[in-house]
């Protein structure tokens, strides 16, 4: 008789003494993604669950009731609309600091409930810094592609995110130390991009500061 596929995260986590750079690297990805669109995040976390083919944490387990898949649904497909919008994008974004972060610690920290209070205080901020991390280079991104006259850019950009949000939490659920590994070089992308931005602001911002000497 055939094997249902079944991805035993249950076991994961509960075996943390074996399986403890696991928790990291599932945490990582899905921190990541969250700070991308934390409600397909939630979403396919929840669906996944539902469906037999994950077992959440007991810390976890409210992500696989129908209302809060149905609420993070909602939420997503409003978000699918308004993401694409020009300018209304930004607000949406910038609002969503006070979503995605949070929330991502929030996962971070019901996902090692296991822990000791001061590992899991650790994973809490870790998780809420690369949900920041992912979710500053988004708007940031977003703020650059905006003001073009074309609306296809940001219109292929936000389904990017989409993609990427849900394909990566799905992923992360399978093969944890790979989607870590992505993770860990899209944010090492990231801080080569801030420190290249930084440097070229601070260029212009000492030759207008030359140029009214």
Not at 150 to 172: H, K, M, Q, R
């Amino acid at each position: 008789m055939a094997m249902q596929p079944r991805y035993h995260l249950v076991t994961m986590f509960h075996t943390l003494n074996l399986q403890g750079s696991e928790i990291a690297a599932l945490l990582v990805a899905i921190s990541f993604a969250a700070g991308l669109n934390v409600y397909a995040t939630v979403a396919t976390l929840g669906i996944l669950a539902h469906a037999n083919l994950l077992q959440l944490p007991s810390g976890l387990h409210a992500l696989a009731d129908w209302w809060i898949i149905g609420a993070c649904l909602g939420l997503f497909a409003i978000e699918f609309v308004v993401d694409k919008i020009p300018v209304v994008d930004l607000i949406w974004n910038a609002l969503h600091t006070f979503v995605r972060v949070p929330v991502a610690a929030l996962l971070a920290f019901g996902a090692t409930s296991q822990l000791s209070p001061l590992k899991q205080m650790l994973a809490t901020i870790i998780g809420g810094a690369i949900a920041l991390a992912a979710h500053s280079s988004k708007t940031a991104l977003r703020a650059v592609v905006t003001p073009s006259p074309e609306p296809l850019s940001n219109t292929a950009l936000s389904l990017g995110e989409d993609v990427l949000a849900v394909g990566l939490t799905w992923f992360a659920t399978a093969h944890p130390y790979s989607a870590a590994v992505l993770v860990l070089l899209f944010l090492t992308i990231i801080a080569v991009l801030i420190r290249k931005v930084s440097r070229a602001l601070g260029m212009m911002f000492r030759s207008s500061k030359l140029s009214l000497l």
